[in-house]
């Protein structure tokens, strides 16, 4: 075995996380509750990427939003700051930066960002002012609580600390421009507006806040919607509607009446207009203040909520496929069903006024968890770099890739374009690698077990890898995915097991079953239990003849079902898996075992396009990864497994990809590090192998890495994921966006599963069991741990006489 490239200090050592400087321009932390939309705050401090109107938005702006401070100096003089570090360099547009970017207001001199998922900090520093800022921003997150973490909303704060002599009075002002009624297309910097909207400032009780609507839209139109900025604050001034009388008065009478003492009001309009083209904007800018006194060498906190309701999205995957349903479900004389349908936290909320009161009535208990949850994952034991892989792509779950229908029903995207999303259906064979949901919001999980099963398999046995009859369309014209199908077996027995919900299960068994059925006379020709006929996958082309990766998925799915099966009192089908069992794997290995690696069992590579013949590919495992992470155990021989997963790390791990010839798409490059799909060590690449082989997928990345650990290969696998996070830096790549077809791509949350290798977790909660074996750091360990009932912190650790201590606190949940 060679050795790993990083030594054991590089990939043991305690280096927490950097923080972000302000140069790395991409590192963008993103806010928003699960299917609720999304804003991010920038490493400068800006609140950018609005994607709150139920679909993607990268890039988009919201004119005139912003932050800013005001003060005085030492000689009574104004000191007015937006609450952003500088623009950085290029600075080439045609026609310089729009009036609704601000740019040429004074800004900080820097600032650095640090993420720790959900709370995101960022320090902003100039020499020039007496006052230490920092924000920090976060929306509630609870793992179990899908409705708390469902909030579309945010927490933003200001901690403002005097450094000079004397009291200081400051101001804390909050512009936020209305965007109900507005289609989310940026134009020099703005945003383009459907229907004019309203801006009015409220009080309830201690509450005070801008609320934004625009009465002229009807509530079943797509962007018919609220805004709110909210604040509890005793001392506050608005100015809800900025001046709107051309050009640039709303921006200079906003920053004027600021600066003239800190405190906002109602603009007044100016003299007789002239004639020459006037600019008027139909946009309406509000800005709400918060007020201080901070003595010398104290601080205040201003805290504001941010909160948006746009409840109507379209009845279908797009708003083209709405207006099919609508026209083909008419009939003669008739309008047809509405194309739209509610987001689940319409449910919960009316408006987005009462998602700020919720947030800000509630904010104790929300924050409590909220931390709770952070200091269970961010206090853990394991390497730093692997916290960060699981924190980074919890963010999956919460971005535009994730939503929920007015009934609870999960649906997913596989990623995100930058305007759209990517690849509809709850696609089953991008999905079969993801963890992070099932460990932290099962019930989600469970939403998609349910529409797998019920919704998308049909008599015969055969499921539609992507999901639209849920939303009343057409069956999925495609042939079924072999490893989605199978592998949402899997995905059920795991589903079931960490839950203990035997509804689920009771449920889903007919379909289930009916799912596994399918795989005997579809997939297996000549009825030897090893599958060999045309097999779609997750590489969207068929594989040919036998290969590892989908008969691991089956032989894992086989034994799953055979225990559902026993369990269930279901005698016919655990006898006819069992069977299956007794000999699939074993022919499987003598049909595929080339000495090192599995390979695909061909005779002609090239007879069929697409193909991998004697290469070495990444996830020929996958089915026994999934067993490993299930607590199936060993579906192959173990010490075949073993080697073969070396093999992918030793064959396919490149250190440096600055050689790597690859016409694909290109994920890793230069001297970036990075695990290859597949190679041919040994020769025998067809002319024209299958489709992504030369690419690097962070989430085959990830699950090759927590096999890697299970196997015993630990540096190996840690090797891996420090790679991955190292190419996210925030100057290359977003460190909260691991792209693969689209941004916040589902198959990223395999990354979870490093968590469950390392901590050695086996759970069982039909029988009521857990239990843990971690890898590294065994003799001081902690990690966060969840379960379908609570979640809380594994701690174990030897003392001074060798005895080894266990414990767990429970932060939440009914487990005792």
């Given at each position: ?625 999934l067993a490993h992470v299930s607590g199936l155990g060993y579906i192959l021989p173990r010490e075949h497994v073993r080697k073969a997963v070396y093999s992918i790390y030793k064959y396919n791990f490149l250190a440096d990809m600055s050689q790597h010839q690859n016409v694909q798409r290109t994920y890793a490059l230069n001297d ?145």
């Amino acid at each position: 075995m060679s050795n790993p490239i990083y030594t054991h200090d590089e990939l043991y050592s305690r280096n927490p996380q950097a923080t972000y400087s302000d140069d790395a321009t991409v590192a963008k932390f993103l806010l928003g509750g699960i299917g609720t939309g999304n804003v991010s705050v920038g490493s400068r401090g800006q609140l950018c990427d609005w994607e709150i109107m139920n679909k993607p938005g990268k890039g988009n702006p919201l004119p005139y939003t912003f932050f800013a401070l005001w003060t005085r100096d030492e000689n009574g003089q104004s000191i007015g700051k937006v609450l952003e570090s500088s623009l950085k360099k290029p600075h080439e547009r045609s026609h310089g930066y729009s009036s609704p970017e601000v740019a040429g207001l004074p800004r900080f001199e820097s600032a650095s960002l640090k993420g720790e998922y959900p709370f995101v900090t960022v320090a902003l520093k100039d020499e020039n002012l007496p006052l230490a800022v920092t924000m920090e921003a976060f929306t509630p997150f609870i793992p179990l609580n899908a409705d708390d973490s469902g909030i579309p909303g945010v927490i933003i704060r200001y901690r403002v600390k005097n450094l000079s002599g004397i009291d200081k009075s400051v101001t804390i002002a909050g512009s936020l421009a209305n965007a109900v009624g507005c289609v989310d297309r940026p134009y020099f910097g703005g945003i383009s507006v459907k229907e004019e909207g309203k801006n009015e400032f409220r009080k309830e009780g201690d509450l005070k806040g801008l609320y934004y609507t625009s009465p002229k839209l009807s509530k079943d139109e797509l962007t018919y919607g609220s805004m709110t900025l909210l604040t509890k604050a005793k001392d506050v001034s608005a100015k809800p509607e900025w001046l709107n009388t051309g050009w640039w008065d709303g921006a200079h009478d906003f920053w004027d009446d600021l600066m003239e003492d800190g405190r906002l009001e109602t603009p007044k309009a100016p003299g007789i207009r002239g004639t020459f083209n006037q600019h008027y904007s139909k946009e309406k800018v509000g800005s709400m203040a918060i007020h201080e006194t901070i003595p010398a060498g104290g601080e205040k906190v201003f805290e504001f909520i941010l909160a948006w309701h746009f409840p109507n999205r379209p009845k279908g995957w797009t708003e083209q496929d709405a207006e099919s349903n609508k026209k083909s479900s008419c009939c003669a004389g008739c309008d047809g069903e509405a194309s739209i349908t509610t987001n689940y936290y319409a449910n919960l909320w009316p408006s987005s006024w009462d998602v700020a009161k919720y947030l800000e009535c509630n904010l104790s208990r929300l924050e409590m968890h909220s931390r709770n949850f952070h200091r269970a994952l961010f206090t853990s034991t394991l390497p730093d770099y692997v916290i960060d892989a699981l924190a980074a792509n919890i963010v999956v779950i919460r971005s535009t890739t994730c939503y929920r229908l007015k009934d609870g029903t999960f649906l997913a995207w596989e990623g995100c374009f930058g305007d759209v999303g990517c690849c509809q259906g709850n696609c089953s064979h991008v999905w079969n690698y993801t963890q992070t949901m099932a460990f932290l919001f099962p019930e989600l999980e469970h939403s998609m077990r349910r529409t797998e099963f019920l919704v998308e398999t049909d008599e015969s046995g055969s499921m539609a890898f992507r999901a639209m009859q849920v939303y009343g369309m057409e069956r999925h014209n495609a042939l079924p995915a072999t490893d989605g199908q199978l592998g949402a077996i899997i995905r059920l027995y795991r589903d079931w097991k960490f839950s203990g919900d035997d509804a689920l299960l009771k449920q889903v068994w007919e379909k289930a079953s009916l799912a596994l059925d399918f795989a005997f006379n579809y997939w297996d020709t000549d009825g030897d239990f090893v599958l060999d006929s045309q097999q779609h996958n997750t590489y969207d082309i068929e594989f040919y003849g036998p290969n590892s990766l989908c008969n691991s998925i089956f032989f894992a799915a086989l034994k799953a079902g055979a225990e559902m099966a026993e369990y269930l009192c279901d005698a016919v089908h655990a006898k006819k898996y069992r069977e299956a069992l007794a000999s699939g794997p074993a022919k499987m290995d003598e049909l595929l075992w080339g000495g090192e690696y599995y390979i695909q069992a061909i005779d002609d590579v090239d007879k069929y396009q697409y193909q991998y013949g004697k290469g070495c590919l990444s996830d020929q495992l996958l089915g026994q990864q999934l067993a490993h992470v299930s607590g199936l155990g060993y579906i192959l021989p173990r010490e075949h497994v073993r080697k073969a997963v070396y093999s992918i790390y030793k064959y396919n791990f490149l250190a440096d990809m600055s050689q790597h010839q690859n016409v694909q798409r290109t994920y890793a490059l230069n001297d970036e590090k990075g695990l290859l799909l597949c190679t041919w060590p040994h020769g025998g690449r067809p002319r024209f192998p299958f489709v992504y082989s030369d690419e690097v997928w962070t989430g085959i990345e990830y699950q090759v890495a927590s096999h890697l650990i299970y196997e015993g290969f630990i540096d190996e696998g840690l090797t891996i994921t420090k790679a991955v996070r190292e190419r996210f830096s925030g100057f290359n790549r977003n460190p909260w966006n691991e792209i693969e077809c689209g941004n916040h791509y589902a198959r990223a949350m395999a990354s979870w599963a490093l968590l469950i290798a390392l901590s050695g977790y086996k759970f069982d909660l039909v029988k009521g069991e857990i239990s843990f074996v971690p890898v590294v750091n065994a003799d001081d360990f902690s990690c966060f741990f969840s379960t379908g009932k609570g979640w809380g912190i594994y701690r174990q650790k030897k003392d001074a006489d060798g005895i080894l201590h266990k414990e767990t606190e429970i932060l939440y949940g009914l487990e005792k």
